[in-house]
């Protein structure tokens, strides 16, 4: 009896984290901003970088968090974050420092990441146009400006076996400035 309540008790731990997980990727996603100067949302088919606003309101400022797999005891995914950003300048540092940290975390960049759950693979597409693509394909040459966001993401992510919830989960998010056209 004891075994079981403690193999459960570890079971729904995984869920647990899993779920606060995933709810962080929607968290970040639902607080994507982009501009002119500030690039939104980029994969690069290692990082995906997210210029979020801060979570505490306006006067934290914005932030970058990067999600990730490294290649690390069969594979972890990662989130990484900076701390607000005062300036363009602290943006560009950042950006390009997340895009390091997915490459070659070193000690300073692994104290700002948080490893939420074993991950054997994942994919990322976007949506536009009324289609899911790679990011990595052109959007097409009209609408290939820095600050275009996709209406959606798709996180494909492959849980290996061994835990509470195991093989391919399937992430959808659309951004909630996307109407659907009814009234």
């Known amino acids: 009896m004891s075994r079981a309540q403690t193999q459960t008790l570890a079971r729904s731990d995984e869920v647990l984290v899993l779920q606060a997980g995933l709810a962080q990727w929607k968290s970040d996603l639902d607080a994507m901003t982009a501009s002119a100067q500030v690039i939104g949302l980029d994969w690069d088919g290692r990082v995906l970088r997210i210029t979020r606003r801060g979570s505490a309101g306006p006067s934290d400022g914005m932030r970058v968090a990067a999600w990730t797999r490294r290649n690390d005891a069969g594979g972890n995914w990662l989130r990484w974050q900076s701390p607000p950003l005062n300036s363009l300048d602290d943006w560009q540092t950042y950006w390009a420092q997340a895009q390091n940290w997915a490459q070659n ?19 990322i597409f976007y949506f536009r146009g009324g289609a899911w693509s790679n990011p990595l394909s052109s959007d097409g040459p009209a609408k290939e400006t820095q600050s275009a966001l996709p209406d959606g993401v798709r996180a494909v992510l492959t849980l290996p076996p061994g835990q509470a919830i195991t093989g391919r989960l399937t992430l959808d998010w659309a951004r909630p400035t996307v109407g659907g056209g009814k009234s």
Request: aromatic share 6%; proline share 5%.
């Open 105 to 123: 975390a070193g000690d300073e960049d692994k104290k700002r990441e948080v490893s939420i759950v074993p991950l054997q693979d994942w994919q």
